[in-house]
């Protein structure tokens, strides 16, 4: 009898250590997460992420912070981001130029928060392939959350972007020597069609390859040869979009140390993120930092990727004023406004042209056109 008491007893004991680990895995990002909201509540005197959401991205839409908004809207849906939408629609409204890449991740939170704005048509038509490799990783994004484009399907872009791969078995933003922050977010993108594509298949899976095979002893990546904390927040997202568990997986783990203990090494005292170990607070660092660990919760909970908004509610205010682009040639893409440069200075030859044959037009034979008129 007391034997069995005993082994139930422990029993027990087992099962309340298990579970409270559990817990404790699971709060541990809730934590970090908070910390990074604690610290940027602080920064404007934000009492609650309302306020954050108020006080800081609103007043400051269109001039940083778009991967903040993403993360914080695929946290909850209780937010009000109104005020936001307003103000970046508003300022894409007075800004004469964007660069493609931006002008996407601005496409793209519209469409994280259901916002129905013209601006995301706008983007996938004019921004897709004008920035390099980036602006077609996030290019596939606005088209894996439901953008149209003209010139490409999803699918069609996804090869597009396989067409970039390395002999080396990943993706850089230049060279031909691949770089693991930019190998990670092409994965992100391609993630959605690794299981519907062979050739996908094909390219993600060498990529990770790549990346397994560059991961450092500490768990961590480096960038253009320095370890840093925005490298890993990267590699996180890509694994947590594949479904890999980047605290698990063996191909990711080096001398028992993963990419989420790397990158939690970089985590500063406020909450905030370093660049390098010991470093001061970086704002990339600390966004890119939040976005991976959102990542991991959804990743954790069972929800799909940061990413993938799904079928996101209407959440277009009722006063909001969309954006104008007082003419097409404010918002022209590089090569649009190249190719506008280039006829306006065929113009100005041709008439300089017309104008310098009718000077020299001999003065008796030009009395004898006179006269015939």
Known sequence: MRQSFF????FAIAFCIMFSACIFAAETFDGDIADIISYKEKSCSAKNIGELIDKDFSVNAGKGGELYIIALARLSSEEDFSGYA???????????????????????????????????????????????????????????????????????????????????????VTGSSSDIDATS????????????????????DSSLLFISENQLESGGFSSYGVENC???????????ALNIDPETDERFIKNGNTAVDSMLSFRRGDGSFSHVLGGEENGMATEQAFFALCSLKRFKNGENSLFLFGNTEDGTPSDFEDVTFGGEEIHENPEKRADIKKTVCISVIAVSAFIIVILLIPKKKKQNIDREK
């Open 7 to 10: 082994k139930i007893f422990s």
């Open 86 to 172: 307003k103000n970046l629609a508003s300022y894409l409204s007075n800004e004469r130029y964007v660069f493609p890449v931006t002008g996407e991740k601005y496409a793209l939170v519209f469409l994280s928060l259901g916002i129905k704005s013209r601006y995301i048509e706008y983007a996938a038509n004019n921004f897709i392939g004008n920035g390099g490799l980036m602006s077609f990783v996030y290019g596939l994004h606005l088209l894996n959350n439901g953008a149209e484009c003209e010139k490409y399907t999803p699918l069609s872009l996804a090869e597009k972007i396989i067409s970039f791969l390395n002999a080396d078995g990943g993706f850089s």
């Open 185 to 204: 977010m092409a994965i992100t993108a391609l993630a959605p069609f690794y299981s519907k594509n062979d050739n996908v298949k094909k390219a993600v």
């Open 230 to 240: 925005e490298s890993a927040a990267q590699v996180i997202t890509a694994l947590c």
